[in-house]
């Protein structure tokens, strides 16, 4: 029901990229990155018939980042640093067109002039941060990783208020049986100003993820355990349970202020994996998402509660041809934020529940000597409809309608 038949958006982005590594032994090395960035992005929109936006974002961008790896026989250590540097305009023209208003004869009509006003913001945001990863295996079958991070965020011209964060960082892997693994981690984030989405600092602790496409300047906690267990040669499964508590910043256009607000995030995944035979594999998986945000600075919904259970089926031949079939039951209920009332300025909230099956199905033929693949597939195949909030809107798990593709992998030697 929200959607702009008439909004119109283009990006252009021109990215370089320029890295290094030196190995001063086999236990020792240097790895080195920058990037550079520019990038345009326009929006035309006409939500009405005589109002139309016009938006055009510039921005230019440099990351330069060092990365120090160490290996030795009980402990490996990554420490390293990096520096970002975001510069950008943003300029909105809002135009009304002339509104005629015709009166009785022998009156001439009333014409309420247009006119068109600019609204430009200059941005200017710079980014270091250092951090240091150890991990430690003194203990037989055990690995505990122990870090931290500091960021310092300074942006210029904008609203937004500086912020320094330390990070601290644990995560321990045990190995209690030779098939049996235990994962545990508990860290704190910040949402870097990444400029390609990119970054040398490790990415994840104990298996946990700790960079989300969160809004910039966010302060994350993650908490979360999991258990990895493989029952024979052919069945292997485990669960993995974790929280997010995030303070994200927000103007309040009310009273004019940067705020924070308190959300919540839970996960949970449990799967199982068979393999039949050589020609044939199972998966079977339990996804849950739950989300709590505050109203006042939520991005569309004030909670929302998901439920995906995929189910798959494997067939893979000598000759290198290859099929898979997946259906996904979906269940997914919220309390969706509509906008504001005109008369009382109050938001309005609308609960909405929906549960339905999604079918994907893919074709793949290995090429000879193992060069790549060739794909053909299609997603949501029976075209079924209906309502979803996706979470994620830079990398989309589901697809709104029947898609077809086909994909090209190669693999040169």
Known sequence: DEISSNLRETLESKTMRLGFRQAFSPRSSLIGNFTYRDLEETEKDNPAPVIAYEGKSDQEAYSAELSYLF?????NVVTGGGYFDIDGQDNLVITTQDIIIPLPPPLPPQVIPGSSTTISEVKDV????????????FLHDVTVTLGASGDFYKPENT????????????????????????????????????VTDQTLE???????????DDLNATDAWRYGGAID???????????ELSKRDLDVPYFDTNDLINKTSDWEEKFFRAYLYL???????FSLEYLYEDYERNEASSLAIKDLTTHSIPLGINYFHPSGLSVSLKGTYINQEGSYIRGRDPFTGNLIIEDGEDNFWLVDAAVRYRLPKRYGFITVGVTNLFDEEFQYYETDIDNPHIMPSRFFFTKLTLAIP
């Open 71 to 75: 290996r030795a026989e009980k402990f």
């Open 126 to 137: 710079k980014h270091a941060n250092v951090y240091l990863y150890s991990y430690m295996n």
């Open 159 to 194: 609203q937004e208020e500086d912020q320094n964060q330390f990070n601290p960082k644990i995560g321990i892997t045990w190995n209690p049986l030779p098939d049996t693994t235990i994962r545990a981690a508990a860290f704190r984030a910040l949402k870097r100003t990444l």
């Open 202 to 212: 490790p990415t994840q602790v104990a298996g946990f993820n700790q960079f989300y």
């Open 229 to 239: 267990q493989k029952f024979s040669e052919n069945i292997y499964g485990g669960a």
């Open 275 to 281: 393999t039949a035979q050589k020609w044939w594999a």
